[in-house]
């Protein structure tokens, strides 16, 4: 079945400094979307981006749907930002999204 | 506020106790689904319902039984559970011909002891 990779597994930064997430998927894809999992477990869906640019405030995303990969962008990065960020994909007309690992990020103040 | 309710957001029960947890979307969704996400696991998909049918099951023990009366409402029955069902379980609703974009609950800290 499809993979779904995401890099790097961990992240710490400073507040203020950007940040690219990569999300790869081993086959084509119909929709692709970025959540964001605080610490307290809340999933909240990022962009739902199949392929493409899209944009909300400091985050960013692109999906190369023929090179199989995708790019969270986060801008100058605030402590709220913290905590696990997953990529998942839809294969087929099903409704089983695939996920990634996840990528952890951690903001310093 | 995604527009998904679950409750409860903490439950301890014993491994011979029945509870239930609840979820509930106002988002006009058609399409409902509950995941389990253990410690450094990634999300496991228990159960999908589309139009209250139950459409997947993915080999889930029965210990684990869910109920849809209705396109806004999801339960998942507990049952003679085992330490290792602690889990999060994240209720979520979508509308197929929207595109799939998936709304998740705020989840259900589960422990089992």
């Known amino acids: 079945g499809i993979q779904v990779e995401q890099s790097p597994p961990d992240l710490i930064l400073q507040e203020g400094a950007n940040s690219t997430l990569r999300c790869n998927f081993s086959d084509s894809v119909n929709n692709l979307q970025w959540f964001h999992q605080n610490p307290w477990g809340q999933l909240i869906n990022l962009f739902y981006i199949p392929s493409g640019t899209k944009q909300n405030g400091r985050l960013s995303a692109t999906t190369v749907a023929t090179e199989r990969y995708s790019l969270l962008y986060i801008s100058s990065s605030q402590t709220t930002d913290s905590g696990v960020y997953f990529c998942a994909v839809h294969v087929d007309s099903n409704y089983q999204l695939i996920w990634g690992a996840g990528t952890k990020l951690i903001i310093k103040p | 506020e995604t527009g998904v309710t679950q409750t409860p957001r903490h439950l301890v029960m014993g491994m011979t106790n029945k509870k239930s947890l609840k979820c509930e979307q106002h988002?006009?969704?058609?399409?409902m689904y509950w995941y389990k996400q253990s410690a450094k696991k990634p999300l496991e998909l228990m159960f999908v319902?589309?139009?209250?049918?139950?459409?997947e099951n993915n080999s889930v023990p029965s210990r684990f039984s869910p109920e849809c009366p209705n396109s806004s409402h999801l339960f998942l029955h507990l049952h003679t559970l085992q330490p290792e069902d602690s889990a999060l379980y994240l209720c979520?609703?979508?509308?197929?011909?929207?595109?799939?974009?998936?709304?998740f609950g705020e989840g259900s800290w589960l422990t089992v002891v």
């Open positions: 979520a609703s979508s509308q197929r011909t929207r595109g799939n974009t998936i709304y």
């Open positions: 988002l006009g969704h058609n399409a």
């Open positions: 319902y589309n139009f209250k049918e139950q459409t």
